[in-house]
Structures are given as C-alpha cells and as structure tokens.
C-alpha cells in the first residue's frame, strides 16, 4: 500500500465551494498531529481517533518501559482503513531537553518516510505541525502539610513546564494562515475539571491544570493572528489507570453529581471531543475551556 501525506485535507476548500465526501469521512486527511502521553489512557485514544479521521499521528511517549504498548496502538492505526504514516518518539517531557527532543527526532523520521516503503512524503513537502495535543500529565495525592519540593517538581515539571517547552518547540513549525478558509493549527491541551473544583489532597494536581487553563487563554491571544487556535479541553473522571490513583470518595462525589446517567465518561467520548476541535468545526472556537465531564458542574 502507498500512503501520501497531503495538505489537501479538511480546510483546504475554498468559500463557497460544497465539501466533498472524503471530507467528511476523514475530516484529518494530509494532517501531522501529534499526542503526547499517547501509550495508555485519554492519550492513547485522542490518537486513535485522530488516527480515525484521516491524521498522520505522532505517538509520543515518556518512559521505555511503555514502548510495548505504543507499538501495539502504531499497529492498530496501521490496520485502519486508508491509514496515514504513524511515528513514535520516546521523550521525556519533565526534562528541559525532552521537548525539543520530540521535535527534532520527529522531524527526522518525517524527513526519512519518504525513503521508506511504509508510506511516500513528498521530498519538498516541508515539516509542518497541525496538530499538537499536550495531553502528558501526572498526578500527586499528597495533603498540603506534606508537599515538598520534589513533589511540586514532579507534577509542574510535566504539568506546566513540559507543556510551555513542547509548545515552543513546536512553535516555529505550527501551521499558519491569515485566509478565512481554516487550514492553521490547532493547539489542544488536557486540563480537567480539578482546575475549577477543590479537591483535598490534589492541590499540586489541580492548579496545575488551572495553569493550563491561563496559558490557554494567554497563547490563543498570541497566536490568532496566524489563524492558530488554542483551546482546553477538560474531562471529568474517565476510566482510566489513572483514575485509579485518585481518591474512591472524590470519584464516587463526582459520578453522582455527574447529570448525565451519573457515571464515568470515557475515553472515546473525550477523545471526539478533541478531534471534532482539531477539524474544521475548531475553525471559529479558540482561548476556550471545554468540560468533556457529562455536565458536572465546575464553575
């Protein structure tokens, strides 16, 4: 199979003009995304369904001991229908190197697909990112009297730091426009609700992600002029691993304050939340906080 990474994708029609078939079934066609936290959990499924509609994705990963499982979802993209190249890049975020790290070794296997037989890259189509979904983060139940700075370091290096580093890097290669057709960038970061609730023992967690939200607010600002959008995400409790480490009464409050069948969300339903903002329907939608959480009240 050949597979050819484009740019004729979703934004590339002009006004006016009806949408064509293809568009709609992969919305993402030609797209270069890339998700971080990608080996389990929100991420992992974030990438799937970009994967899905059409994106070529980026599965970025923290430590060597989850390659099996980013290997195994690179896998599972290939087999889709019409399936983009896919990359893996190991790079850990909490490290001031780990993000440029990402781009430049992602950079590098983008420039060496169009020597392979797995896929086809035009040999002057230049790197360009359409895609960045900062979704990498940890978490520490750790009661206010207790915090030290090695816990701090651990959330903000990830949370907060690792996310303003990876941007950047990413910066000089975001996709811009200043035409009305849509077609720019799209910068998607993974708050949560924890961001606007107070939770006992999650202080380190929760303003991390309120962190988030500031910066979200502060770079759709920055970079609208060029088309960019930057929004946040922000799911309640999903089903995940992570889940796991947070505690039951927490969980238990917000499932039964949850409107929506009082349950957990899911991952899939996050997941096409984010996707359904890095298409054509994110044109007009930036500096935005989205609860993905079934209507549990935040604010």
Not at 21 to 39: D, H, N, R
Not at 221 to 247: F, H, Q, R, W, Y
């Amino acid at each position: 199979m050949v597979l050819y990474l484009n740019n004729q994708g979703s934004g590339g029609k002009g006004k006016g003009m009806s949408a064509s078939s293809s568009e709609f079934s992969l919305p993402l066609e030609g797209k270069l995304a890339i998700v971080t936290g990608a080996s389990r959990g929100i991420g992992e499924g974030i990438a799937l369904e970009l994967a899905r509609r059409g994106a070529s994705v980026a599965l970025a990963y923290n430590s060597p001991s989850s390659e099996p499982q980013v290997r195994a979802l690179a896998e599972r993209i290939r087999a889709l229908p019409r399936a983009a190249p896919t990359f893996t890049v190991q790079a850990d975020l909490s490290t001031t190197e780990g993000p440029l790290h990402l781009i430049r070794n992602l950079q590098a296997q983008f420039r060496a697909a169009a020597h392979t037989g797995d896929g086809v890259v035009h040999p002057q189509k230049p790197f360009v990112i359409d895609v960045l979904v900062n979704n990498a983060g940890c978490e520490r139940v750790v009661p206010l009297g207790q915090i030290d700075v090695a816990d701090y370091n651990e959330v903000y290096d990830v949370n907060v730091r690792g996310v303003i580093l990876l941007t950047q890097a990413a910066l000089p290669y975001l996709r811009r426009t200043t035409t009305t057709e849509g077609g720019a960038a799209r910068v998607i970061n993974i708050g949560s609700v924890g961001a606007r609730a107070g939770f006992k023992e999650l202080s380190l967690y929760c303003s991390s992600k309120a962190a988030l939200e500031g910066l979200t607010r502060c770079w759709a600002a920055e970079l609208g002029g060029d088309g960019v959008t930057v929004n946040c995400v922000s799911p309640g409790p999903v089903e995940s691993a992570m889940l796991d480490k947070i505690p039951t009464e927490i969980v238990d409050m917000q499932k039964k304050q949850t409107p929506v069948q009082n349950r957990l969300g899911t991952v899939d339903e996050v997941a096409r939340v984010v996707a359904g903002l890095a298409g054509r329907d994110g044109d007009w939608i930036s500096g935005q906080v989205i609860s993905a959480s079934g209507g549990w009240a935040m604010y």
